[in-house]
């Protein structure tokens, strides 16, 4: 774990995902999942998915996590969402989620769904404490042990003031 107690806001920032971050995304889709998406997946999303939207959160100007959604009408669907190593266990995840929770209530969607591993306890609580409800699972929805999938939903509470997320596409 990082010896670095990211306590002060300036030292985070949240800005929109572009092409020539992806070899920072890479690495940290390789420490974060067993199943990580290819570069060639993150450049479909950034200009081909017209309903993907993905943000980077900056600490000390390096990326230390990123995630993203798509929308869809009035829902959210996160596609991903993930912290570096040396990263976890400050709230960072948390303000991520939080951030881009915002976002999606900022461009009008009501409610927002993902599903996490049934054995990933410690994202469950993280989303439990935001809002998110256990609403079914996917049986044998991970392709490395086919593991189940826990659907998680929550309803978005109406946003009043900018995100600190700049849109924009590539």
Wanted: one cysteine or more; aromatic letters at 8%.
């Amino acid at each position: 774990m990082n010896s670095l107690s990211i306590e002060e806001s300036e030292r985070v920032q949240f800005r929109s995902m572009k092409l020539e971050d992806i070899p920072d995304i890479m690495v940290i889709e390789h420490e974060s999942f067993t199943l990580p998406w290819s570069e060639e997946a993150f450049r479909n999303e950034l200009t081909l998915n017209h309903f993907a939207r993905y943000i980077i959160m900056d600490v000390d100007g390096k990326p230390a996590g990123y995630a993203g959604m798509w929308t869809i009408v009035d829902e959210a669907h996160i596609t991903n969402i993930a912290v570096r190593t040396a990263y976890r266990g400050q709230h960072l995840g948390e303000r991520l989620l939080c951030q881009i929770m915002g976002w999606a209530g900022e461009l009008g969607l009501e409610r927002m769904t993902l599903e996490v591993r049934a054995s990933n306890l410690v994202a469950q609580s993280l989303y439990a404490k935001l809002g998110f409800i256990p609403a079914g699972v996917r049986k044998g929805y991970y392709s490395d042990n086919h593991e189940d999938a826990i659907i998680m939903w929550c309803e978005l509470p109406e946003q009043e003031s900018g995100s600190g997320v700049e849109e924009g596409r590539n």
